[in-house]
């Protein structure tokens, strides 16, 4: 019989995910949306359950309980008819050693039921040049770059990415960027992980951090960005009293109103003519958000 996609406004739904390994619970009820279009960064610190999450979508692991609904099919049942439409690039490739870069994008083109070019994806993964060299001869950031090529093969509707630029220097990060902002605008839905939090600042529609097996926060980056305070931090010169409310020469203030505080504080400093310096502000990054979520468990 054949199998049919339920056309939905999401590309990925998960609904109460549970996944045990056997008294041991990785992921506790995760609810997560992926909607069309949009690049999703799932973060999470160590040992939090993303990967564990990643491979329930990907239809590589069984859940424990809960449903999964991935471009409208059942991963954990349909895993043949969603794999023409995704794409994926694992953490550590697969590729056959002894086969040359450009033998392995023919191979791929010809094992998946999209079409592409394979000169194509050669020059624009900066891969021409290296064209006839052997898998076992690539350096680690030419293999992630092969991995990413394969993913993208054919442009389909999902493609998720685990760690994408993990071992690419600065410039290969930027056109992996590149590559990851050309996907969406093709219209296609992009899931990655990643450590570095400002590729999914720079990249990301909406974030989720992971933490323990459960998502601890969900939004849009303003959206949780605006759960934490700003701040601003100074140096006040020897000798100088600090204003009511800082003690000591090292001020460093977090407020859920930077511009009237900080507009206060410079009022402060100007009516008593105090020079400062080291002066900073800035409102919360993703940066402080993670590492609060792990300092609050």
Do not use: C
Request: glycine share 10%; hydrophobic share 40%.
């Amino acid at each position: 019989m054949t199998q049919t996609a339920i056309r939905t406004e999401t590309a990925v739904t998960v609904r109460d995910l549970h996944v045990r390994y056997g008294d041991f619970e990785a992921v506790r009820g995760v609810d997560l949306e992926v909607r069309r279009g949009e690049v999703f960064a799932l973060l999470g610190t160590n040992g939090a359950g993303k990967t564990t999450t990643l491979e329930v979508i990907e239809g590589f692991r069984r859940r424990s309980s809960g449903t999964v609904s991935v471009l409208g099919f059942d991963p954990g049942t349909q895993r043949g008819p969603l794999r023409d439409r995704m794409g994926i690039q694992l953490q550590e490739g697969g590729f056959v050693e002894e086969m040359t870069v450009s033998e392995t994008l023919d191979l791929w083109g010809q094992l998946s039921a999209r079409d592409d070019r394979t000169g194509r994806l050669l020059d624009r993964f900066d891969l021409a040049h290296r064209k006839d060299v052997r898998v076992s001869a690539l350096s680690g950031g030419e293999k992630r770059r092969l991995d990413l090529a394969t993913a993208v093969w054919g442009s389909p509707d999902l493609v998720i990415l685990d760690e994408p630029t993990t071992g690419l220097d600065p410039g290969a990060r930027r056109r992996t960027w590149d590559a990851i902002q050309e996907l969406q605008e093709a219209g296609r839905t992009v899931l990655l992980t990643t450590h570095y939090l400002e590729e999914a600042e720079a990249l990301a529609d909406r974030v989720a951090i992971m933490h323990e097996g459960r998502l601890a926060v969900s939004g849009t980056l303003s959206e949780i960005l605006a759960s934490r305070p700003a701040g601003f931090s100074a140096t006040l010169p020897p000798g100088v009293t600090p204003p009511p409310g800082v003690d000591g020469p090292h001020v460093q203030i977090h407020t859920d109103d930077l511009q009237r505080d900080l507009t206060a504080f410079l009022t402060w400093a100007a009516a008593h003519d105090v020079e400062l310096t080291d002066l900073r502000a800035a409102p919360a990054s993703l940066a402080d958000i993670y590492h609060a979520i792990r300092e609050e468990s």
